[in-house]
């Protein structure tokens, strides 16, 4: 079955940096676009970064251009966001999702999320 797991998050102080990874399994994952969100408590759900299957386009929201960085190795099954100048408002469970088509049917998955909490 489709299988989407986060690591890396952690406690960082403001203008630290993380890298986060999502390995993914159950699926032909170098067939398909991946995204990371994040959801800040009492906050929507948000859209930080996207990234093509093929790697060689990417998209990240406003207020995370210039800070992260979206990456992904087809050989490991794996996409990362890597975040620097970190702030407390990254502060949010971070989720890495893509759109998968199985069985003829196409379903938006999601992992349990990982994590990031920026304070000193």
């Known amino acids: 079955q489709v299988q989407l797991v986060e690591s890396g998050g952690d406690l960082v102080q403001p203008g630290g940096s993380l890298r986060l990874s999502c390995a993914a399994s159950g699926f032909t994952f170098s067939s398909y676009a991946m995204r990371w969100y994040r959801q800040a408590p009492g906050k929507e759900r948000e859209l930080v970064a996207a990234i093509t299957s093929t790697g060689d386009s990417t998209n990240y929201a406003d207020s995370m251009k210039g800070r992260f960085t979206i990456s992904r190795d087809n050989a490991k099954n794996t996409v990362y966001l890597e975040m620097n100048s970190l702030r407390p408002e990254d502060t949010a469970v971070y989720y890495c999702?893509?759109?998968?088509?199985?069985?003829?049917?196409?379903?938006?998955?999601w992992g349990q999320g990982t994590q990031v909490t920026v304070s000193s």
């Open positions: 999702n893509a759109d998968i088509s199985l069985y003829g049917l196409t379903r938006r998955y």
